[in-house]
T-cell receptor, first 112, second 117 residues
């Protein structure tokens, strides 16, 4: 089945130690999104890629970066994780910007 | 700025009963989508139902239906014949109809639904 896959499902990192979260998709969608969902809060869009074009939300901290080496994969890099970055990170894809978004299961990040 | 408000952090329903989850939103746009997403524990978020603001008829998907009141900016979800598998966090979300690069889903804070056997 076509789907959105996130690895790992659970990630523990140390304060200040760079970490990378991975998302892959078999839907061949043009757009890939990264959301941050803190406990008991709404998911919040960090950025998205339309093909190779990167679009950062205005309030996304510089500590968060993303890479999309090809259509299928997109990575979220947190350069120096702080305790406040502990959250569920959701990847989503859509065929185009005005199309339905399909979500992956998320990666729960713990910062110690 | 657009906002989405879910005033019920938690709800509970007996199996086979009906429950209604509330959502209000604020926008100055006239054309937009509204969504209800379901996020089961440790599983991915899936779309339950979608409503286009220009459609007067309320959307229905099997046991799920909405009550869309555009003037009141209200968008509630009714789950009929509740099943144990309906237990999940439910998010109400909003998106401009054609927003292009600035388009994004704006979520409410969610309602955690428990289904009692």
């Amino acid at each position: 089945d076509a789907m959105v896959i996130q690895n790992p499902r659970y990630q523990v990192t140390q304060f200040g130690k760079p970490v990378t979260l991975s998302c892959s998709q078999t839907l061949n969608h043009n757009v890939m999104y990264w959301y941050q969902q803190k406990s008991s809060q709404a998911p919040k869009l960090l950025f998205h890629y339309y093909d190779k074009d990167f679009n950062n939300e205005a309030d996304t901290p510089d500590n968060f970066q993303s890479r999309r080496p090809n259509t299928s994969f997109c990575f979220l890099d947190i350069r120096s994780p702080g305790l406040g970055d502990a959250a569920m990170y959701l990847c989503a894809t859509s065929l185009g910007l005005d199309y339905e978004q399909y979500f992956g299961p998320g990666t729960r990040l713990t910062v110690t | 700025a657009q906002t989405v408000t879910q005033s019920q952090p938690e709800m509970s329903v007996q199996e086979a009963e009906t429950v209604t989850l509330s959502c209000t939103y604020d926008t100055s746009e006239s054309d937009y989508y509204l969504f209800w997403y379901k996020q089961p524990p440790s599983r991915q978020m899936i779309l339950v139902i979608r409503q286009e603001a220009y459609k007067q008829q309320n959307a229905t998907e099997n046991r799920f239906s909405v009550n869309f009141q555009k003037a009141a900016k209200s968008f509630s979800l009714k789950i009929s014949d509740s099943q144990l598998g309906d237990a999940a966090m439910y998010f109400c979300a909003y998106r401009i109809l054609y927003g292009g690069a600035t388009n994004k889903l704006i979520f409410g804070t969610g309602t955690l639904l428990a289904v009692q056997p």
